[in-house]
T-cell receptor
């Protein structure tokens, strides 16, 4: 079974631009979550989607948004990029539903650098 | 609000010695607890989880974790460390959706160095 894939793997953007990151979950997984990983803050939860609905949201500004498609693929968008948005963005999938106990499977991440 | 703490940024252990990586949590109701590991240049991998039942949970690569409800802890352990265990370890907690406390929260991570 193919793992979670994320595209692109690396991205360099300029302050003020916007960016869209893509995630394809493991086949059969309907829940997708997004995280921001930085050396100082660790792993911070952005949002979780299940069946095209946002189920949970972390404490990030409205510049961060996401969506999930009917095939469970997900995208996240960051508008008006700031230098502090430079991070590794991780996507994770799980079978989802109301099964909060299910473990997540992580993709390799997209390394975003804002200059 | 739920939270998770990994009090040690780094743990150094000699190869062959037992290791412990600490994790404490706060959540409404019964917790779901997880440990993940991030090897250099590799993605996060699931190690083990506690849902209910036996307080001692066994996982991948010989790791185990002990759930202690009274101390709200979920420490990761291994009887004999290997150099290949050197990695970044994350503890995570999630509550039940019934308590509206079901976001998954990760600790800041503990870097484990196994010294040959």
């Amino acid at each position: 079974k193919a793992g979670v894939t994320q595209t692109p793997r690396y991205l360099i953007k300029t302050r003020g631009q916007q960016v869209t990151l893509s995630c394809s979950p493991i086949s059969g997984h309907r829940s997708v979550s997004w995280y921001q990983q930085t050396p100082g803050q660790g792993l911070q939860f952005l949002f979780e989607y299940f069946s095209e609905t946002q189920r949970n949201k972390g404490n990030f500004p409205g510049r961060f948004s996401g969506r999930q498609f009917s095939n469970s693929r997900s995208e996240m968008n960051v508008s008006t990029l700031e230098l502090g948005d430079s991070a590794l963005y991780l996507c994770a999938s799980s079978r989802g539903g109301t099964s909060e106990y299910r473990e997540q499977y992580f993709g390799p991440g997209t390394r975003l650098t804002v200059t | 609000a739920q939270s998770v703490a990994q009090p040690e940024d780094q743990v150094n252990v000699a190869e062959g010695n037992p290791l412990t990586v600490k994790c404490t949590y706060s959540v409404s109701g019964n917790p779901y607890l997880f440990w993940y590991v991030q090897y250099p240049n590799r993605g996060l991998q699931f190690l083990l989880k506690y849902i209910t039942g036996d307080n001692l949970v066994k996982g991948s690569y010989g790791f185990e974790a002990e759930f202690n409800k009274s101390q709200t802890s979920f420490h990761l352990k291994k009887p004999s460390a290997l150099v290949s265990d050197s990695a970044l370890y994350f503890c995570a907690v999630r509550g039940s959706s019934r308590n509206r406390d079901d976001k998954i929260i990760f600790g800041k991570g503990t870097r484990l160095h196994i010294l040959p």
